[in-house]
């Protein structure tokens, strides 16, 4: 769905307007996209890989190390993403989705984006559906997982806060506040505490060192999972798929639960 309609101090917060087309930023808000086609889902997690694989600071020697250095990529990356995503307030949610409400809102989110986060993992699943997208060379199994990962992760963020949304406890605070907010929420499964926060300071900051263990815990957990979808093209794109989709659904229902309990103390 478009995000072009979301009102324009949302846009300039998340600075999800300043990014280029190209870049992995851009890429990965993209991804979050569930009616994103099959063919600009595959180039966009193809951006994703070469940068995994390829870069300067993050190149392929390092994905040998084994898969800490892959979370590594990875958690680096949503830090840089997270206070960049496009978050819908809630009057954007209920047009986009026939002005729901409440529960039934909060469950067409979930769904929305277990089906992103599957359509996700079909593609990376599928090794030869982002070979064209990026040097076959760089398309290794743990540059693929942490791309793959890092676009799952994403989708999932956005789910949170939207969520919050529909809660009537949006997160609050700079884009470098709320993405370490939401970072730290995914982390525990559960609804935004800003008592898990440093306050002040950049987003690693903020997050501090013990946050920052459980996020690479958490990104090695879901990682390791998620290697025994690389596999032939069908099988391991719907194994992917699958796994993905529960694990988002797992996720939101968990968070949706937790906001109903006491949204209020979320704020």
Same mark, same amino acid.
């Given at each position: ?15 999800? !307007?300043?990014? *280029? ?9 993209? $991804? %979050?996209?569930?009616? @994103?086609? =099959?063919? /600009? ?83 990376? !699943?599928?090794? *030869? ?9 760089? $398309? %290794?199994?743990?540059? @693929?997982? =942490?791309? /793959? ?98 694990? %988002?659904?797992?996720?939101?229902? =968990? ?13």
């Amino acid at each position: 769905m478009p995000e072009t309609d979301q009102p324009a101090e949302n846009r300039a917060d998340d600075h999800s !307007g300043d990014q *280029a087309p190209g870049d992995v930023s851009g890429a990965v808000s993209r $991804l %979050t996209d569930a009616d @994103l086609g =099959a063919g /600009e889902r595959a180039r966009l997690l193809g951006t994703v890989a070469a940068s995994a694989g390829g870069g300067q600071r993050s190149g392929i020697r390092r994905f040998v190390m084994g898969p800490r250095a892959a979370a590594h990529w990875a958690q680096e990356t949503l830090l840089d993403i997270a206070p960049r995503l496009p978050i819908r307030d809630l009057d954007t949610l209920r047009r986009h989705h026939g002005g729901k409400s409440g529960d039934e809102l909060a469950d067409a989110l979930i769904k929305s984006a277990s089906r992103a986060a599957a359509a996700i993992g079909a593609a990376g !699943g599928g090794v *030869a559906s982002v070979e064209w997208a990026a040097p076959p060379t760089l $398309l %290794t199994a743990p540059v @693929l997982i =942490a791309a /793959e990962t890092v676009g799952v992760v994403a989708v999932e963020l956005k789910l949170i806060a939207e969520l919050h949304e529909v809660y009537g406890s949006p997160v609050r605070g700079s884009a470098t506040e709320k993405g370490a907010a939401l970072l730290g929420a995914w982390a525990h499964r559960r609804g935004v505490s800003l008592s898990l926060l440093n306050p002040g300071g950049g987003l690693t900051t903020i997050l501090g060192a013990g946050m920052r263990k459980e996020l690479q815990k958490r990104l090695i957990k879901r990682m390791g999972r998620n290697l025994t979808s690389i596999g032939p093209l069908l099988t391991g794109a719907a194994v992917a798929a699958e796994l993905n989709r529960r694990a %988002t659904r797992g996720l939101g229902e =968990a968070i949706r639960d937790d906001l109903r309990k006491a949204p209020r103390q979320l704020r």
